[in-house]
């Protein structure tokens, strides 16, 4: 059979429909291939920096894997940024990247790169050694991918098999399942400690959502009247809302209150999270001494805490036989959802007087505003940059699958193409990515990617014409002026870029603007660029919450 027909039989067979890519010599057997079917769909990006960060908001989004496919070499070393984010995340792709021919490898081939210089951005890299085992290599891959931790699998197909036909060896099974169930007494250990403590508290990380353990969460929450703090990636896994459990978001910019909560809490249940660096201050956020850590990789249990109960288990079935367990114990009078809200009120009393109404707003009248103006059930794309830092504290997240940021590689960039991904990976939803303009402009150019492919997204830039977060530091703690890195002298004109690619485009000011400006735009069936100056001088989040 045909290899590369057999690489596209198998990704279809597994239910990927959609692959991200940019088109060169070596891939064109793959091109052809997919052309020939009308079950998956190649998306060309702009550059392969946005490719693995278009899968990697897909799969976000829909909690399934999409394909990247990239040329040696250039391509494959320019999509690693978004392979080492997905990593971080847990975010499953399948990279097929094209390889040297063997014959000529270590010959300096054009774009040979040695395959082993990807082993650290991808759970797996394989290698295709021999034509005849594409098809079982390319079904592993997919297995590795999809098997919780999940992650991103890199394939090298070196590019003289993909013309070939060649008897092609039938893959076998392959299970998806890493840690099956959860042990029982670990189990009862845990309730019998959380279910003990007088003011518990439930930190929940991208594992739950990783999951689809929301309503699990959402029980034990209940169970235990906890308030609930999300990481960085578990923002969403419960609505940010009245209603929920939710009190914020751990992060460098999380509020004393926030702090307050976890340190004054009598026990801890931590799910779905490996307590990295970035979330916990370097493992400076005081939590109880009584840890109860959940976790899939065992390698994770006393990463900078030490656990009374440690379970390696995924969150799923871990959390609904902790619920099942708390049934025994009687549930006493708690005030999870009082301690909840009196984080959010202190989070918001200490931004209200950053909510103005005049040019230019604030990040967080801006955020703010834009919450407003959109439907709750919109999937929301945000990149990294200072507004983003803002967003943990003030934008609400709607729900596990529509809320999509990084975690902890905080790459910039990833705003758009990540947006471009959710899209295509809910093409009946609306889509809306929040992006800085330092952001946009590190993938200015998949804007023509969503002209191109008629994707009816909405693109927020917040222009504050700084790199601002980054000139606040240079003015204050270094001999460097004060706004040293903005480019107020050589102003963009986004609506202008964005216009000659083709969008349609609206700039806005004020919050009565905005909000009618982007109703129109999320209501509109084409893609759209909304620009909305900001303030370069304002507080950046980690100092003013930290006041």
């Given at each position: 059979?045909?290899?590369?027909?057999?690489?596209?039989?198998?990704?279809?067979?597994?239910?990927?429909?959609?692959?991200?890519?940019?088109?060169?010599?070596?891939?064109?057997?793959?091109?052809?291939?997919?052309?020939?079917?009308?079950?998956?769909?190649?998306?060309?990006?702009?550059?392969?920096?946005?490719?693995?960060?278009?899968?990697?908001?897909?799969?976000?989004?829909?909690?399934?894997?999409?394909?990247?496919?990239v040329v040696p070499g250039p391509g494959d070393m320019n999509a690693m940024n978004g392979l080492k984010n997905a990593l971080n995340d847990c975010t499953p792709l399948v990279h097929i990247a094209v390889e040297t021919e063997p014959e000529i490898r270590g010959g300096d081939g054009i774009h040979e790169t040695p395959p082993d210089t990807y082993d650290n951005v991808v759970k797996a890299n394989l290698l295709v050694e021999r034509p005849e085992s594409?098809?079982?290599?390319?079904?592993?891959?997919?297995?590795?991918?999809?098997?919780?931790?999940?992650?991103?699998?890199?394939?090298?197909?070196?590019?003289?098999?993909?013309?070939?036909?060649?008897?092609?060896?039938?893959?076998?099974?392959?299970?998806?399942?890493?840690?099956?169930?959860?042990?029982?007494?670990?189990?009862?250990?845990?309730?019998?400690?959380?279910?003990?403590?007088?003011?518990?508290?439930?930190?929940a990380g991208g594992g739950v959502r990783a999951a689809n353990a929301s309503d699990s969460l959402r029980q034990v929450a209940a169970r235990l009247e906890a308030p609930v703090v999300t990481t960085y990636k578990g923002k969403g896994v419960l609505p940010d809302d009245p209603a929920e459990y939710v009190a914020g978001t751990l992060s460098g910019s999380a509020s004393p209150?926030?702090?307050?909560?976890?340190?004054?809490?009598?026990?801890?249940?931590?799910?779905?999270?490996?307590?990295?660096?970035?979330?916990?201050?370097?493992?400076?956020?005081?939590?109880p001494d009584d840890l109860v850590h959940v976790t899939l990789d065992a390698d994770?249990?006393?990463?900078?805490?030490?656990?009374?109960?440690?379970?390696?288990?995924?969150?799923?079935?871990?959390?609904?036989?902790?619920?099942?367990?708390?049934?025994?114990?009687?549930?006493?009078?708690?005030?999870?959802t009082d301690r909840a809200r009196a984080v959010r009120e202190a989070t918001s009393d200490r931004v209200e007087d950053l909510r103005v109404s005049s040019s230019p707003l604030t990040s967080v009248s801006a955020l703010e505003t834009v919450r407003k103006a959109i439907p709750d059930d919109a999937v929301v794309a945000v990149?990294?940059?200072?507004?983003?830092?803002?967003?943990?504290?003030v934008f609400e997240a709607a729900g596990p699958r529509s809320y999509v940021n990084p975690g902890s590689w905080a790459t910039m960039g990833t705003g758009l193409p990540s947006g471009i991904g959710a899209q295509l990976a809910n093409p009946d939803e609306d889509v809306v990515v929040l992006t800085g303009d330092g952001g946009l402009m590190m993938c200015i150019h998949e804007l023509h990617t969503a002209v191109a492919e008629d994707l009816?997204?909405?693109?927020?830039?917040?222009?504050?014409?700084?790199?601002?977060?980054?000139?606040?530091?240079?003015?204050?703690d270094y001999e460097?002026?004060?706004?040293?890195?903005?480019?107020?002298?050589?102003?963009?004109?986004?609506?202008?870029?964005?216009?000659?690619?083709?969008?349609?485009?609206e700039r806005a000011e004020a919050p009565a603007e905005i909000e009618s400006t982007l109703a129109d735009a999320v209501a509109a069936e084409e893609p759209i660029l909304v620009e909305i100056p900001t303030d370069p001088a304002e507080p950046q989040a980690s100092d003013w919450m930290s006041e």
């Open positions: 059979m045909d290899v590369s027909r057999a690489v596209i039989e198998r990704l279809t067979s597994n239910g990927i429909d959609t692959m991200f890519g940019i088109p060169g010599k070596q891939t064109l057997p793959l091109n052809e291939a997919i052309g020939a079917r009308d079950d998956i769909r190649f998306v060309v990006a702009r550059h392969e920096t946005a490719v693995s960060h278009q899968a990697w908001g897909y799969a976000e989004t829909s909690g399934t894997p999409a394909a990247t496919a594409t098809a079982a290599v390319v079904e592993e891959a997919i297995a590795i991918a999809e098997t919780p931790p999940k992650g991103p699998v890199r394939i090298g197909i070196p590019k003289n098999f993909l013309s070939m036909d060649v008897p092609l060896a039938t893959p076998g099974e392959y299970s998806r399942t890493h840690v099956d169930g959860v042990a029982d007494a670990d189990i009862e250990d845990a309730a019998a400690l959380l279910a003990g403590a007088d003011r518990p508290v439930i930190v209150e926030l702090l307050e909560c976890l340190a004054d809490s009598d026990a801890a249940l931590a799910v779905g999270t490996d307590f990295d660096a970035v979330a916990t201050r370097a493992w400076s956020v005081d939590l994770d249990l006393g990463n900078g805490y030490d656990p009374t109960v440690g379970i390696v288990a995924d969150a799923g079935p871990a959390l609904s036989a902790l619920e099942t367990a708390l049934a025994d114990y009687d549930n006493p009078d708690r005030d999870g990149d990294a940059g200072g507004f983003r830092v803002w967003a943990l504290n009816p997204i909405t693109v927020v830039v917040f222009a504050n014409e700084d790199y601002a977060i980054i000139s606040d530091q240079a003015g204050r460097l002026a004060e706004g040293e890195y903005n480019w107020s002298d050589a102003p963009i004109s986004f609506t202008a870029l964005a216009g000659s690619m083709g969008m349609r485009t």
